[in-house]
């Protein structure tokens, strides 16, 4: 699985145009690619996805059920609008609005609850990591999940070292297969669906998916170019 988090960025006719051209990426069928556009364009994204096999996504979803919540969407708004995904709990909406493991399970929930699978994001930081507690932060980023009864078999947990976003360093190749048998581990589901995110671009992508126990990427910064996205998924399929 190859998605795309095209974050805050993309003018509506940029964004249209950037959808054509992901349509026009050749794929295996076996190969799940997605892209999650601002939540502005979800809505004219839909139509040039109609009849394609990309599967589009929000960015991010509330818990909520229709009310007073200004500014906010729903999970249901965002399966009524074509979605089939959610990322929940990027680390940029952790670190600017607060958001905890905790906070988001009603969001976890009610995206299960459409039939759309979440895409949760974990990750540490640099300190984290050099103080040797990126496997346990990353397992407490976890816990939430199972504690709360989810049915993680439906989610799909994207690993993103925080330090490695937008950096244009990827995480080495050991402390990926590293943290993708942990974050296996805690959630008891050998098959679970575990992406790696964090500067994968065509230069990095061989590497990253050279990676015992990695499922595919959540890809930022590339996604906003079809020929950069297009060749991530091509090093994807040649792996
Ligand atoms: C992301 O923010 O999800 C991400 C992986 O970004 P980038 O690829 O730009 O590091």
Same mark, same amino acid.
């Given at each position: ?21 992901? /349509? ?25 996805? &109609? ?59 009610? /995206? ?15 300190? &984290?990591? &050099? ?80 990676? &015992? ?27």
């Amino acid at each position: 699985m190859i998605i795309g988090n095209w974050k805050m960025n993309t003018a509506r006719a940029d964004a249209i145009a950037l959808a054509e051209a992901v /349509v026009g990426i050749a794929h295996q069928p076996a190969t799940r690619v997605g892209i999650c556009p601002p939540a502005l364009w979800i809505d004219p994204i839909a139509h040039v996805l &109609e009849s394609s096999s990309i599967l589009l996504g929000a960015q991010d979803c509330i818990g909520d059920q229709f009310g007073a919540q200004t500014g906010c969407i729903n999970a249901d708004m965002a399966h009524d609008a074509g979605c089939s995904m959610a990322i929940l709990g990027h680390s940029e909406r952790r670190a600017r609005f607060g958001e905890t493991s905790e906070s988001l399970l009603p969001a976890v929930a009610a /995206v299960l609850e459409t039939g759309m699978f979440p895409v949760f994001c974990v990750g540490e930081t640099r300190e &984290e990591r &050099e103080s040797g507690r990126a496997l346990d932060v990353v397992a407490q980023q976890l816990k939430p999940l199972l504690k709360a009864g989810l049915d993680v078999s439906g989610i799909v947990i994207a690993y993103e070292p925080v330090w490695a976003i937008g950096s244009g360093l990827s995480a080495t190749r050991a402390d990926i297969e590293e943290m993708h048998a942990t974050v296996r581990d805690v959630v008891g589901r050998a098959d679970a669906l575990v992406l790696y995110g964090g500067s994968v671009s065509p230069d990095s992508a061989d590497e990253v998916f050279s990676a &015992e126990g990695v499922s595919g990427a959540l890809v930022g910064g590339a996604s906003l170019k079809a020929d950069k996205f297009a060749a991530i998924v091509a090093a994807w399929e040649r792996k």
